[in-house]
């Protein structure tokens, strides 16, 4: 019942949305950024098998947050806490998507920034397997 509720109002929010892009601020943290009429659209989750995220957003315009199923809270234009967990939640603000998208990704999030893996390749040597999980490079 609940995964029929939860694809019945992702279906209704995204209907006749047009997509606007996918904004890379972690490869754990999907964003994607669409227009509905006259406002703008966000989905954002938390993916991998981590914990919830806490993000701290803020906000340039009055938003109404949706969770997965369909129930709206109004947030105010400021500072807002977020806990990001593996379902969608949605953002529906009058803010351009280009505005938006920076107020993200001055968020503050706290996700890993590498991810470390180690491989004995012998009884003498170690392979260490460090992948950047941002998107910034070095240069």
């Known amino acids: 019942r609940h995964t029929v509720s939860a694809y019945?109002?992702?279906?209704?929010?995204?209907?006749?949305?047009?997509?606007?892009?996918?904004?890379?601020?972690?490869?754990?943290l999907p964003v994607y950024i669409f227009k509905k009429q006259n406002q703008t659209l966000v989905a954002l989750w938390?993916?991998?098998?981590?914990?919830?995220?806490t993000?701290?957003?803020?906000?340039?315009?009055?938003?109404?947050?949706?969770?997965?199923?369909g129930n709206a809270k109004n947030l105010p234009a400021?500072?807002?806490?977020?806990?990001?967990?593996?379902?969608?939640?949605?953002?529906?603000?009058?803010?351009?998507?280009?505005?938006m998208e920076k107020c993200l990704k001055n968020a503050s999030v706290t996700l890993p920034?590498?991810?470390m893996a180690?491989?004995?390749l012998n009884c003498k040597n170690m392979a260490v397997y460090l992948?950047?999980?941002?998107?910034?490079?070095?240069g």
Not at 8 to 28: P, S, Y
Not at 131 to 138: R, V
Request: overall charge neutral; charged content about 20%; hydrophobic content about 40%.
């Open 8 to 28: 019945a109002a992702t279906a209704r929010l995204l209907n006749g949305v047009e997509f606007i892009k996918k904004a890379d601020l972690h490869k754990n």
């Open 46 to 53: 938390r993916s991998g098998n981590g914990k919830d995220i």
């Open 55 to 69: 993000a701290l957003i803020d906000l340039p315009a009055k938003s109404v947050l949706l969770d997965v199923e």
């Open 78 to 99: 400021g500072k807002n806490t977020l806990t990001l967990t593996d379902a969608p939640i949605y953002l529906l603000s009058s803010a351009s998507a280009s505005v």
């Open 113 to 115: 920034e590498i991810k």
């Open 118 to 120: 180690m491989s004995m």
């Open 131 to 138: 992948n950047n999980l941002t998107n910034q490079s070095d």
